[in-house]
């Protein structure tokens, strides 16, 4: 017997979805009962249908579940969504109107006026807007989104900077790991000893899902933080791990210690509630003139913190710096299950 949550994860057998079923195992919370990808898997038990790329064994308690459709009829109460995008919006609806709390990885509905793109430590008061997406949609569940992977470390490194100076303008150029592209991905002719300086869609969703992020909930809508992004990102040959070099323009003078400072001390909901899934630290300022640097620091805090580093003055804008994250960690399914456990924490899921 046990009291835990019983979740599903959409699109199971992917490079996010078997992230989820890493990171659930063992989860104080939750317990993956129900395990769901496309036609071709379907039928199949799990450890038969995914090619499991984790360095960890597939959980014992999963190996044996019988992969579903993606319907709306599995016995659980939240569903994990981890599905190519061609499919993730239909049914990802389906399953809130059905009655279950879907957490999207997926692009489809983070920019919908009534959908929830929530960073914890940033903006976990824009899931007040659930109750008008249920009035909206007439949906008996609820859809709550998470950040494209590069635009969670973007936003996480901004958000206090906006809070405490304002950003006035930010250019980023990324440098994205191959893992980022899912399973098979990127073809190895393709990336090995080179970079392939387009990902499509990136640029613009790091350029509109930041602004939402860092935007204001004034009990009816979402506005969008009042300032242009300008993101150029490129594919490169590194198993996990997106950089980031960004370089801002702030309101309110300040100085690269003071950032080094603001960053090192700040913390959230996640953090005070003690979530099960939150890092300590949800920014790690990097010492080390050369780092962060994704071979040695990706893996930091279990790959929920956003680490940063080289903070100086930028000539042309005011400041630059360097972030690393953990893109199928933090960045994806990390990010769901920290929503989750705010959903649950404040009371969402009663
Ligand atoms: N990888 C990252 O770092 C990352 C980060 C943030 C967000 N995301 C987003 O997360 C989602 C998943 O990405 P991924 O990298 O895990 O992709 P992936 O490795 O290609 O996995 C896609 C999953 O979707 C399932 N699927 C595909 N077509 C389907 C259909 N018609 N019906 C039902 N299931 C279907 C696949 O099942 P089968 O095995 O049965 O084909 C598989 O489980 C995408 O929307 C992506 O943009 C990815």
């Given amino acids: 017997m046990t009291d835990k949550i019983a979740v599903g994860v959409l699109g199971a057998t992917g490079a996010v979805g ?34 499991w790329k984790q360095v960890t064994p597939i959980p014992e308690a999963v190996r044996d579940l019988e992969v579903r459709p993606c319907l ?29 709390a879907v957490l999207s990885n997926s692009r489809n509905h983070r920019m919908d006026d009534d959908v929830p793109l929530v960073i914890p430590e940033l903006n976990h008061d824009h899931l007040a807007i659930l109750p008008i997406q249920r009035a909206n949609r007439g949906y008996r569940g609820c859809i709550v989104t998470n950040s494209n992977c590069s635009t969670m470390f973007l936003a996480m490194a901004l ?45 613009e969703k790091m350029e509109s899902e930041t602004r939402k992020i860092l935007g204001r909930f004034d009990g009816k809508r979402i506005d969008l933080a009042d300032f242009p992004v300008s993101a150029q990102c490129n594919r490169v040959a590194v198993e996990d791990g997106h950089m980031e070099s960004v370089s801002v323009k702030l309101a309110r003078k300040t100085t690269a210690e003071e950032i080094a400072a603001l960053w090192a001390g700040f913390s959230g909901p996640p953090q005070q509630l003690r979530l099960p899934s939150a890092p300590e630290r949800p920014l790690v300022v990097m010492e080390g003139r050369d780092r962060p640097q994704p071979r040695f620091d990706v893996n930091r805090s279990n790959g929920m913190s956003t680490l940063a580093g080289r903070i100086r003055p930028c000539p042309v804008l005011d400041f630059k710096f360097t972030l690393l994250g953990h893109n199928t960690v933090r960045g994806a399914a990390g990010a769901s299950i920290l929503n989750a456990e705010l959903l649950k924490a404040q009371g969402y899921l009663e």
């Fill in 159 to 203: 958000g206090p900077l906006h809070r405490e100076f304002t950003v006035e303008q930010v250019l980023v150029t990324t440098m994205q790991a191959i893992s980022g592209a899912g399973y098979p991905g990127v073809p190895s002719l393709d990336i090995l000893g080179n970079v392939i300086p387009y990902i499509g869609g990136e640029e």
């Fill in 18 to 51: 078997q992230k989820f079923i890493k990171l659930l195992e063992n989860h104080p919370w939750f317990e993956v009962k129900e395990v769901a990808a496309s036609e071709r898997t379907a039928g199949r038990c799990y450890a038969e249908a995914v090619s």
């Fill in 72 to 100: 709306p009829d599995l016995k659980c109460r939240i569903v994990f969504s981890g599905l190519d995008a061609s499919i993730a919006g239909e049914v990802e609806e389906s399953f809130a109107r059905a009655g279950y």
